[in-house]
């Protein structure tokens, strides 16, 4: 198939166009390297060396004998993306081209409203492109858990049947996202549903857990295969940034009472995943959602995990709850169903020590890369202009979160 | 009070501003003449004439003795709409400032990304100019019943109390949203819901129906003080522009089967409940919904309506059934909830025959002014590039939508 994979310079993106030329697709990377713009503008940086990917692909070459067609430019761009379309109308389209991070969208307004209008816009490009150029392509649209938030009910994939006043409708799931960068992805949800049933797309929406995990077997060829691993205090999801706290010697910091729960998965499955949809479209005019974890989480309970796995390799782990910078409920109910990608075939790799293992081990192997001053939480929900960057960052500790 | 009235120029916006003067606040109209300009885009035009903004609030002063505040600029600019914040904290903000009309949304692919930037930013700007310079400030912010699209139970306020696998939660009621347009407002609900949650303002969220009429106590003060009357194919709504087809010896344009079942309300019922939602603040916090209309019709029974009217003058209406150039159902349930604005003291204009009446003597007195040719749908939700304008259109009649 011919696959386009937007985004495809990302932590996930990169990983997942490998995956895809290794099965034999016929991959075309698309990327404007907002994401390395991004870490430059807040002073972070992958704690893994990541090559260009100019080099990336010519390594991939080199390692694999496989082309993977890079493109750069910005799918907010209609003229460069229909461009991409009417060169090789694509089979698939995977999207991870969007701002996905929730601290970076509550910086400011700025960043909400970059973060809102990047998304929206580049995602209804697509629409338009697939209508207008690839009618029959099937777009597989990375979404969020976070669009749910968490309600006091199951959280079903997509739709719920609601009976009300003797009445019964399967409806779209209700939305309670906690971040503009989650919002934003809510506003995508709905274009997409909405594309689907006037133009007769088909689309599938991977409403993604937190992913953990840096090496697939793509990233473990060569290094200059690698992909990012982020930790710190932006950009760095919470079993990462665990891990590197453990190495650095600093307390692992849950916010709050840590009670807070999400759905997970490994990066391998997030692979896996996306390849299972593609293998299975939806028919003509279907929008379906996916949501994509394996397992649940606390924050406490990762803490936990990562002060078990540390205390056997001698370290000693401390575990500190400063006040949580987010708007978020610290202990509620949350049981999110994930059974569509396990009826198309999905073997979950679940966290275990091994998976842990190989994590600290990276970290460790990198360490000397760490930039200690960008791990703590430097956004804070409750202020419309959060200090940017680490450099407004004061010694000793994050800026204090209003109550 | 200090109230802002965001797109104070248009249909509505001019009306309530007045509406709210005449009533002691003190008003400021904020426009940035957008509509003046998709009708020049469009080749579209009111019936009836209308002054310039400037001469409005003149004419306003002059016939009134009262002073209404005329800000020219865009709300998506935010050195203009802080700027306005600093100046004068408002109490109320009231915003009209949108991109409102379905089928402009839907012309093409830039149609629906201007619509939904210029909604969604403009709405976040507000947010923040809230947050940072006026936070006990009530937003009172239109949106749509079509928010809701037309789902087969009960349509409640804005929430709805769901029983699911034994648990229950009161959750944002499921939105199915059936144009760009329209999506556009469901993206504003979702980023007031949060930017209430996070950073404690207040707004309530007025799900509009379908306003029909032209004429309120303060329009009808002075020819200059008239407001603008939309007949035509993109942006007149259904009554207005039964009236207007009937006048003109054309057939009723009724799409399909005519069974597509909508709220409406009369335009002095939109100032009334305006005014309501103002006198009558929620909390620091609190968002709200309240489903702003008094009536429910399909689209058949207007037609009817009109019909018996115009025999009683003599006319002879004939109603007919192109194809439906929108993606919508033709008969369904539909039953919307609206006791809220009515719990707040609401004394609906019912339609009635002596409203009918009105509004065909305001089209009889300015049937020189009309542009045939506008009459017809000329936008198909089917289509990404819809010919733009009246221009476009092959005489004898409109663009076939594709089945």
């Not at 692992?252 to 759905?263: C, F, H, I, P």
Request: overall charge neutral; proline content about 6%; some cysteine.
């Amino acid at each position: 198939m011919r696959i386009l994979v937007l985004g495809g310079d990302g932590y996930l993106g990169w990983p997942q166009a490998m995956y895809l030329s290794a099965r034999g697709h016929d991959v075309a990377l698309i990327d404007n390297f907002s994401r390395r713009l991004w870490d430059a503008e807040c002073g972070t940086d992958s704690l893994t060396p990541i090559a260009s990917a100019d080099a990336r692909v010519r390594a991939w070459k080199e390692v694999t004998g496989r082309t993977v067609d890079l493109r750069v430019g910005d799918i907010a761009d209609y003229e460069f993306l229909s461009q991409l379309f009417k060169d090789a109308p694509p089979d698939a389209v995977v999207h991870f081209g969007e701002q996905r991070c929730a601290p970076y969208s509550m910086i400011s307004r700025h960043h909400a409203v970059l973060t809102q209008t990047n998304n929206v816009v580049g995602t209804l490009n697509v629409l338009y492109a697939m209508a207008e150029f690839a009618p029959g392509c099937h777009l597989v649209k990375l979404g969020t858990m976070g669009e749910y938030g968490t309600p006091n009910i199951d959280i079903e994939e997509g739709f719920i049947e609601i009976h009300h006043n003797g009445r019964i409708d399967l409806l779209p799931f209700p939305k309670q996202p906690g971040t503009f960068s989650h919002l934003s992805k809510v506003h995508d949800s709905h274009n997409i549903m909405f594309a689907c049933r006037v133009w007769g797309l088909r689309s599938t929406d991977l409403n993604q857990g937190v992913v953990y995990g840096v090496t697939t077997d793509e990233t473990a060829l060569d290094p200059r295969l690698a992909t990012r691993f982020d930790y710190d205090g932006i950009w760095g999801t919470v079993l990462n940034r665990f891990c590197v706290q453990a190495i650095a010697g600093h307390p692992l910091t849950v916010y709050g009472k840590g009670g807070q729960t999400r759905g997970f998965l490994d990066i391998r499955d997030t692979m896996q995943c996306v390849e299972l949809a593609i293998q299975n479209p939806p028919k003509a005019g279907e929008y379906r959602v996916f949501n994509q974890v394996t397992e649940q989480f606390s924050v406490i309970e990762l803490a936990q995990l990562v002060r078990t796995v540390g205390a056997r390799k001698g370290m000693h782990v401390e575990i500190a709850n400063p006040a949580n910078p987010r708007v978020e409920l610290e202990s509620h109910y949350y049981n999110a169903k994930h059974t569509k990608l396990t009826a198309l075939g999905l073997k979950p790799h679940l966290l275990s020590d091994v998976l842990l293992n190989s994590v600290v081990d990276t970290v460790k192997q990198y360490q000397h890369r760490l930039r200690p001053d960008t791990i703590l939480p430097f956004v804070n929900w409750r202020t419309t202009r959060n200090p940017l960057g680490y450099h407004d960052i004061k010694p000793g500790g994050s800026p204090a979160p209003k109550a």
